[in-house]
């Protein structure tokens, strides 16, 4: 399952610098070397500088398929006009970093570091970068070091740099659930901001967002990395990358076995990294990849299972099998493993409800991990696909208890991501998805944490909400997904402790989920513990840079701080009219807050962000009535209306305590 539920991707219009930047001749390319724990602020960078319309080269993104990946990194080094190493402690000790400064210096390669801490340089880095430019962050401020590693790389790669990027804010006439949690408006914006906002280098923000749970690394721990597609026409990526989520949930139902969920399993695919620094990235002590060759109605599964500190191979074998023994073949493998790390707890059990999570129709099975596939992409077109695929295996097998599951999310964020004549038709049609789930299996955890959900967001049964959720993690206490929505439900209920404790459970088993990672500092926010929420949002923005909600929430984070300037410079990127008129606010300009207030109003800008702005103010009356506003046209952000730092100043009145009784939510 993809990052999600008050929780997946903004479903926000984005621009595409890849694209823009492909409009020129990529022979004149920047060859990008950086360490592999400083992929998140490589990313970035190669972000930036192809909005500034400079083409890049980047590993694992730009090999091609079936390449030979060394032959690809000396291939582009050799063709590149100049090289961008972005320098730190990981690239002094990375052997790949040196070979690559080493072959461009001896290919005569101006070299260009961008310099992220203070590493000191290694005798072999300092003799081959002398004669060359450095760049640091620490001197110039992000910024400004942005902006002279573009002029630098336009000079050495004669490509022409424009002085800035071009940010165009077009707000939508209707905003999202997702996007009216953070008042923003839909805009085309500059990816390089991530980096622009003086994000912290990912190490130093790992370090500092690990959970104290997540400090050691148990021996009875695993991630299962997506299995590759071996199939002769490379057209059944849907099905490995299925068999890969189908493992991690059989192995999440072992107890004792601490199973890395799907999106940060997820992270590394397509990436050269070594086995090694996955597991140290996730916190495991083991890593279990494979292939999967497919042919007709044959199928082939190689699998192993390696201990990741020795690189000792615990266990490997293939299974031929006919295609219709896929489910055999899954129990199969999740028993070996299982035996491989003698997790000896309790004896292997089959996972409650696993013969009525299955189907016995293939067809609808292909179906199913289709519409999956489409589903994790996060966006409107995947989600009009995912429901049209599970609504396809439904139509197959009508008792498909996981397709209904799935569909009842897919369901709801396409509602909630596009203007529609009947949202509450099409949300209670997903809300009735979940119950013949839960009809169909009830001990399927799946059915209780989508209803759960849908309980908390749309119909305010935080009761119903309760009691779902709390059988979901019994059922399935190793998901980090049923924990993360139980987590939301706690935070809802105003529970803030509870709600991160069970939060932090979440980070432990998905620790490169955006979505998580900025939940966790959401409701460290809502507890006033600010210091420890900034290096989460930060750590959210290096994993997921297009976030428009970390963005935000960092927005919101800077008001609270009393940094209005700072705040103001966000929202402004963002287009988001509610922060930029809450921050012209807290800067004195009460005239400029009316004016952009007044426009947000004629947009049809969400209630929620409206009252945002009158309670910010201090107007209590306004404020109230457009909270009223919310309740009625079920915005979802009223849902976070007992913790939202927003409303502190409200909590005395007794118009707040009869909303809460009105919402159904304990004073």
């Not at 291939?75 to 990981?90: C, D, F, Q, R, T």
């Not at 210091?531 to 963005?551: D, F, G």
């Not at 049809?604 to 306004?622: H, L, M, N, S, T």
Request: proline share 4%.
């Amino acid at each position: 399952m993809s990052g999600e539920e008050l929780e997946s991707g903004s479903g926000l219009l984005l621009a595409n610098p890849t694209a823009a930047a492909q409009t020129l001749n990529t022979s004149s390319h920047v060859f990008i070397s950086y360490a592999s724990q400083d992929a998140a602020i490589a990313a970035a960078l190669v972000e930036a500088l192809e909005r500034r319309g400079i083409v890049c080269w980047i590993a694992p993104r730009d090999v091609k398929p079936g390449a030979l990946y060394a032959n690809a990194i000396v291939g582009a080094i050799n063709e590149a006009k100049a090289v961008v190493l972005v320098l730190s402690a990981n690239a002094v000790l990375s052997s790949h970093v040196g070979r690559e400064v080493e072959r461009a210096a001896s290919k005569h390669k101006q070299i260009i570091g961008f310099r992220i801490d203070a590493a000191p340089l290694s005798p072999e880095l300092e003799y081959f970068l002398s004669n060359s430019q450095w760049i640091d962050v620490a001197a110039n401020g992000m910024p400004a070091a942005l902006a002279k590693l573009a002029e630098a790389v336009g000079q050495w790669s004669e490509q022409t740099v424009p002085a800035d990027p071009v940010v165009s804010a077009k707000p939508r006439e209707r905003i999202g659930g997702r996007a009216k949690l953070i008042a923003g408006a839909a805009v085309v914006i500059s990816v390089g901001v991530a980096v622009g906002l003086g994000v912290r280098s990912w190490s130093q923000s790992h370090k500092a967002a690990q959970p104290a749970a997540a400090v050691a690394i148990a021996d009875k721990s695993i991630a299962v990395l997506p299995f590759v597609d071996m199939s002769e026409k490379k057209d059944q990526e849907y099905f490995s990358d299925g068999l890969s989520e189908e493992l991690i949930e059989l192995l999440g139902q072992t107890p004792g076995l601490r199973v890395i969920a799907r999106t940060s399993s997820f992270y590394f695919k397509g990436r050269a990294e070594k086995l090694e620094t996955i597991a140290a990235e996730l916190r495991v002590a083991n890593v279990l990849e494979g292939s999967v060759r497919k042919s007709g109605d044959r199928l082939r599964v190689t699998a192993q299972l390696i201990r990741a500190d020795t690189s000792e191979h615990l266990w490997s074998e293939t299974f031929d099998r006919d295609l219709h023994d896929v489910f055999k073949v899954q129990d199969e493998i999740a028993t070996a493993v299982v035996t491989a790390l003698k997790v000896r707890l309790l004896p292997m059990q089959k996972a409650a409800g696993q013969d009525e999570l299955r189907t016995e129709n293939l067809e609808a099975y292909k179906l199913y991990l289709q519409a999956r596939q489409s589903y994790n992409q996060g966006d409107v077109a995947g989600y009009q696909r995912a429901v049209t695929g599970f609504q396809a295996a439904i139509a197959l097998d009508s008792r498909y208890a996981a397709a209904y599951a799935e569909l009842a999310l897919a369901q709801f964020w396409l509602t909630d991501s596009t203007d529609t004549d009947d949202p509450d038709g099409e949300l209670n049609s997903a809300l009735a998805a979940a119950e013949k789930a839960i009809a169909l299996a009830p001990g399927l955890a799946a059915g209780y944490s989508a209803r759960g959900f849908l309980r908390t967001v749309y119909t305010f049964d935080f009761a119903g909400a309760q009691a779902d959720l709390d059988k979901a993690v019994a059922l399935s206490p190793g998901d980090a997904w049923v924990l993360h929505r139980s987590a939301i439900l706690l935070a809802v209920l105003g529970r803030l402790p509870e709600a991160i404790a069970r939060e932090k459970q979440a980070l432990a088993l998905d620790p490169l989920s955006e979505e998580i990672s900025r939940r966790l500092a959401f409701f460290l926010v809502a507890n006033q513990q600010l210091a420890q929420a900034r290096p989460l949002y930060e750590k959210a923005l290096l994993i997921a840079p297009n976030s428009i909600r970390a963005r935000g929430n960092l927005g919101e984070l800077e008001l609270l701080e009393n940094h209005p300037e700072r705040a103001l410079a966000i929202f402004r990127q963002m287009g988001d009219l509610a922060g930029q008129a809450r921050a012209e606010y807290s800067l004195g300009h009460v005239d400029v807050s009316q004016r952009i207030l007044e426009e947000l109003i004629a947009k049809k800008g969400p209630p929620f962000g409206i009252a945002c702005v009158y309670a910010w103010r201090g107007e209590k009356d306004k404020a109230f009535e457009w909270l009223e506003r919310a309740y009625k046209d079920r915005d979802p952000g009223v849902t976070w209306l007992k913790i939202s730092a927003d409303f502190r100043t409200l909590r005395g009145d007794a118009r707040f305590r009869a909303l809460l009784h009105q919402m159904n939510l304990p004073e």
